[in-house]
């Protein structure tokens, strides 16, 4: 698990090739698709026009990996979070469209991961875990909320109360009326099934905890919650980089495959505002399609594209 690897010297390399990250769309016109460009370590962040062309690489230093970023819902400020090139915390940054303005998210020493802006931009959710390992496997794994500047945060649900050691939290994304959190729950090697995924969403004061999706379909990796309500994005079989994208609606129903690529490595990614469209990575570039699967296009060529996220028109 990606939580695991982090305290383990991070297994950066791993993490370059098969990291995968988690927001809610916001409606409104189709703006600038921003990716981790994992071409040439350490990785950076990108981003490009929705037809390809406006290839913008974002800044960062040579001592540490940057990841899922994600636009805020006005299209103005990318979050993202950031790693040191070697053991050490993730922690969450943030930093305008043209990479001005960087500002760590909360402390240094606090171990944020995974953000996600609310669809009011006040505040972002991330993954917090904590209490040391046994076996490999973190004590308590849990979804956080804070404002935007990094201050007032609140736990929603640590995942692991009942049951520490039990499994990671990952990847969440608000429902458009800020009501829920979707997020991914991988269990740890001591509990059944072992290591396996799933979805599941959570009302945004930790009540309401629902499973979405079977254990037994992995599902996970990536998640976002189109525009107007009705679907979470996501990919299976998430324990791998082999996989396809699906939907699900927030109740558990109406699960659909929204490709069928035959064992290519692919990223779940993100709606686009005008909520007509999916941009995914396929094979490490960047590709869009329609919503039931057709009008497929390539944006990107030979740049290893991971975690894109599609924002709004300023």
């Known amino acids: 698990m990606k939580r695991s690897a982090a305290c383990l010297a991070l297994m950066l390399g791993a993490m370059m090739t098969l990291a995968v990250l988690a927001h809610a769309t916001a409606s409104g016109p189709n703006g600038r698709i921003v990716f981790k460009k994992a071409l040439g370590h350490p990785a950076l962040l990108a981003s490009v026009r929705p037809d390809g062309s406006g290839l913008r690489l974002l800044p960062r230093t040579s001592q540490v990996a940057d990841d899922d970023p994600v636009w805020s819902p006005n299209g103005s400020v990318i979050a993202f979070e950031r790693w040191p090139l070697g053991p050490g915390h993730g922690t969450i940054f943030s930093f305008r469209a043209d990479g001005t303005g960087l500002k760590r998210l909360g402390p240094a020493g606090d171990d944020r991961i995974f953000p996600a ?10 993954v917090r875990s904590w209490g040391g390992f046994q076996n490999g496997e973190i004590k308590n794994s849990g979804i ?38 979707a997020f991914e729950l991988v269990n740890s090697g001591s509990v059944e099934p072992a290591h396996a995924h799933a979805v ?30 009705t679907k979470i ?24 495959a929204l490709t069928r690529f035959p064992n290519l490595v692919v990223s779940a990614g993100s709606f686009s505002p005008d909520g007509r469209w999916v941009t995914f990575a396929k094979s490490s570039d960047l590709w869009v399609m329609r919503l039931d699967g057709t009008g497929a296009r390539q944006l990107t060529h030979g740049i290893s594209v991971w975690s894109p996220d599609w924002g709004r028109a300023k």
């Open 200 to 229: 599941f969403v959570v009302n945004a004061d930790g009540t309401g905890l629902q499973q979405l999706t079977p254990w037994s379909m992995n599902a996970g990796g990536r998640l976002d919650w189109s525009p107007d309500g």
């Open 144 to 181: 956080y909320t804070m404002n935007a500047s990094g201050g007032g945060t609140v736990m929603v649900i640590n995942v692991s109360a009942d049951r520490p050691y039990s499994g990671d939290a990952g990847h969440p994304t608000w429902s458009p009326d800020g009501a829920q959190l």
């Open 233 to 256: 994005l996501f990919r299976a079989p998430a324990k791998t980089d082999r996989g396809n994208l699906y939907t699900v609606s927030p109740d558990g129903s109406g699960l659909k």
């Open 117 to 126: 802006w609310s669809p009011d931009g006040r505040r972002i959710a991330y």
